[in-house]
């Protein structure tokens, strides 16, 4: 019986498992290229995770909310400057496409930074004061992650007919894609530059406020031995709001960039999946490590992108949650594996 159920099991593989060996290398190029946008998207949203996690020792799975709700951010800006998402390609001049493009970063960060801090002051200052346990601070993070969800869901469409609801946003599309040069054959499109760059300024431009600045010192601080910090004259309280507030800006901006990868992506379930894949790529690099959360991303934005042609567009997600699995069990600490308070991140 069990040799005829493993033989069935070996058919059942061979029908949905493709081994397209020849297809990753002929693709290898256009794959890299299109793994490090979506690697550079999820390691902004990761920054979120580990940042919260270096000081609180928290595992913030609201956060993938806060990069939901800054997609509607985003949204709520283009409308405030008159601009209506219609699906159709905006083609109105250069100088007015940067302009909403900045309008839609700065509502997107604004709306996520401001949510990810009232999550913080409403949910988990009060559990920090009574002194509650790990446990409870995980099981609440997961119930705001669904109060944020259904609040977009249900609430939000009674405040706007236009915003919310079960179906997703009208898609926006800023800028079409167009091919700007090709890299070993594979094409490289402005929106693709404007990712990975995006993602690279605001990486160095975190890692400089955390290295080279009085706020980066206390975060530091912080999660190194709160207590003594403390007792040194940085205030708890506020490092944690602010990290907070980091990270919700972090996750906003990620938000414009994924608009533009994926421009009918904004639904409020949207975060939910690139959520778990953020989060896996903070433990892949090292959780509470800033450049772990970076290289994490990055390696596995690659890694699901040649598994979807190696096994086939419907193990997408599986690779990347396979990869994490399999690193983690030879280096149970991440790659790079040091926390925030032990290492200049």
Do not use: C
């Amino acid at each position: 019986m069990s040799s005829s159920l493993l033989a069935d099991a070996a058919l059942l593989a061979n029908g949905s498992i493709e081994f397209n060996v020849s297809g990753v290398v002929d693709q290898f190029w256009r794959l890299t290229v299109d793994g490090l946008a979506y690697g550079s998207i999820y390691a902004l949203v990761a920054v979120g995770y580990t940042l919260v996690y270096g000081v609180l020792r928290l595992i913030n799975f609201a956060h993938s909310e806060i990069f939901m709700v800054g997609m509607f951010g985003q949204y709520i800006g283009l409308m405030v400057v008159g601009f209506s998402p219609s699906g159709n390609v905006y083609s109105e001049g250069i100088v007015l496409t940067v302009v909403y493009l900045l309008v839609a970063m700065i509502f997107g960060m604004l709306v996520s930074g401001a949510t990810a801090v009232g999550l913080e002051r409403i949910a988990y200052r009060p559990l920090r004061k009574r002194g509650a346990k790990p446990l409870i601070f995980l099981i609440t993070a997961i119930g705001m992650s669904f109060v944020l969800q259904e609040f977009v869901h249900y609430v939000l469409p009674k405040f706007s007919t236009k915003l919310g609801g079960t179906n997703a946003q009208q898609p926006i599309m800023l800028v079409q894609p167009t091919e700007q040069f090709t890299l070993f054959g594979a094409s490289v499109s402005n929106v693709t530059i404007v990712i990975i760059v995006a993602a690279i300024i605001l990486a160095a431009t975190t890692e400089i406020l955390i290295n080279r600045t009085k706020f980066g010192r206390g975060i530091r601080a912080v999660a190194q031995d709160p207590d003594t910090a403390t007792l040194m004259g940085v205030s708890r309280e506020r490092i944690i709001m602010l990290t907070f507030l980091l990270g919700g800006l972090l996750a906003g901006a990620a938000a414009m960039l994924y608009t533009l990868k994926i421009p009918n992506g904004i639904i409020y379930s949207g975060g939910f999946i690139l959520g778990i894949k953020a989060f896996s790529a903070a433990v892949l690099g090292g959780i509470g490590n800033l450049r772990g959360a970076l290289l994490g991303g990055l390696l596995l934005g690659l890694a699901e992108n040649y598994g979807q042609i190696l096994f086939g567009t419907q193990w997408r997600d599986v690779v990347a949650f396979v990869v994490l699995v399999a690193v983690l069990m030879f280096r149970p600490t991440g790659i790079l594996g040091e926390s925030l308070g032990r290492a200049r991140v």
